[in-house]
Structures are given as structure tokens and as C-alpha cells.
């Protein structure tokens, strides 16, 4: 297995301005016949490729799998082996500092004249590529959304208790999103133990996501770190 290292993340320069693209996560999920990076916010849109990194594979038993990349202009394709279970990338989006005409930079809070917040965001999407026979296995990303259950043998309308995990540690008071690809609407909030209880929403692909701040106190560069994470799988097939 390669781990996908696409460009280290630098600053702009000082006069460039971006769009508020903090709110958005990244999931995985299948694209003719391959599997693919989506971005957006209850829609998908292109990206800037260089922000992914860590793009990786692995078998049930957590060892590394076989993994091929196709980078696009403005998305990444690509495929696992048939004995991959997880796949799992980063999104490292940076620096988001907004001024006080509301204009936004890619550079730290320091760096931006008449600077009024900024913000630090990682994106964080795993991907259960399988049909699994036990219940999932955690993949130790930073901020993590673990299945309690097996949900790849689900029906649609079953209940899916989840936990919210961050450097490993139960996360309380979390929003999480049932299905983020097309409900913000019905959300839910973890408990002290990081869990809650879901319904899963669809036959075929689920996308659960949980949004994440920590905020900072007298750093210079940034006032919190923002983080969003998602986890896809297919549910059981409903008989029609």
C-alpha cells in the first residue's frame, strides 16, 4: 500500500482570497466502477486535489491493502483490492483567516492585516469497502465516527448505534448527520460516552458525518481547529 502525499500544505500568497469552503466534508464513495473522493455540501463539487492526503487502503485485519490512485483535474479515482475492507483519506484544507471587510485568506491570523477569525480545517472521510462479518474496526484517524454495529448487514430503517471518537477519546455533545449527502436537517448529539443511536436512511450508500471545534486560547495563528469527518458504507439490500 502507497499513501497518497499529494503536496504539502503551504501558504498563499498574502493577497489571495478564498471562499468559505470550511462547512463542506469529504466522503467516499462509487464512481463508475471505481471509488472516488466526493466534496461538497449536500452536493458534489470539485476540489483542489493537493489538499487530500493519506489516501490509503486495508485489509479486515488492519494490514495494508492494495490501492491505485487516478488523479483528476478536479477529483481523485480510485481502486482497492478485492480483499480491501477500509479505505480512509484527508482532507487538510489549512488555514481560513477572514478579515474585517469579510474577505478570507489562506494564511494564518498573524499573517492577515486586520484580521478577525481564523480557523485551522482537516476534513476526515473512512469508507467500509466490503460487506463486513463482524462489527467495524476503528481506523484511528484524529476525528472518527465508529459503527458499534455491523452496518453493511442493515436494512434501511434499522437503528445504527455509532460513537464519536477524537485522538481515540469518547467525543460528548457532538452534532452528528444521519445522512449528510441529503438530510441536514434530521441531526443528532452524541451522549457523555461519545454514542448515539441513528437510523440508517437509504438503500445502498449512507454517508454519516460529525463536525468537530476546538476552540484556542491566545494563539497567535489561529482561534480554533475545525474538523469534519464522515463514515460511508452500503446498507444490507432491501428486497423489493
Known amino acids: 500500500m ?16 478564498v471562499t468559505q469552503v470550511q462547512a463542506h466534508a469529504i466522503w467516499i464513495a462509487e464512481r463508475h466502477d471505481n471509488l472516488a473522493i466526493i466534496y461538497g455540501d449536500l452536493s458534489d463539487q470539485g476540489y483542489e486535489t493537493k489538499y487530500v492526503e493519506n489516501l490509503v487502503a486495508k485489509k479486515s485485519n488492519l494490514s495494508s491493502g492494495e490501492i491505485n490512485i487516478n488523479i483528476q483535474e478536479d477529483h481523485i479515482l480510485f481502486t482497492v483490492g478485492e480483499d480491501v475492507t477500509y479505505a480512509s483519506a484527508e482532507y487538510v484544507r489549512g488555514y481560513s483567516t477572514k478579515d474585517k471587510e469579510g474577505k478570507r485568506f489562506s494564511l494564518p491570523k498573524n499573517e492577515v492585516e486586520n484580521a478577525v477569525s481564523s480557523g485551522y480545517y482537516v476534513k476526515y472521510a473512512s469508507h467500509i469497502a466490503a460487506t463486513l462479518t ?25 437503528e445504527l448505534p455509532i460513537q ?16 449528510y449527502v441529503t438530510d441536514h436537517i434530521n441531526t443528532y448529539t452524541t451522549d457523555s460516552e461519545g454514542k448515539v443511536t441513528i437510523t440508517v436512511r437509504n438503500n445502498g450508500l449512507n454517508v454519516i458525518a460529525a463536525k468537530y471545534s476546538l476552540e484556542l486560547k491566545d494563539d497567535p495563528t489561529k482561534d480554533k481547529f475545525g474538523y469534519y469527518s464522515t463514515v460511508s458504507f452500503k446498507s444490507a439490500a432491501k428486497e423489493h
Open 134 to 158: 463482524g462489527k467495524p474496526k476503528q481506523q484511528g484517524i484524529k476525528l472518527e465516527i465508529l459503527p458499534l454495529e455491523n452496518p453493511t448487514k442493515l436494512l434501511p430503517g434499522s
Open 2 to 17: 502507497k499513501n497518497l502525499k499529494l503536496v504539502a500544505l503551504s501558504a498563499l500568497m498574502a493577497s489571495s482570497i
Open 164 to 179: 464519536v471518537l477524537f485522538d481515540g477519546q469518547p467525543l460528548a455533545g457532538v452534532k452528528v448527520y444521519g445522512d
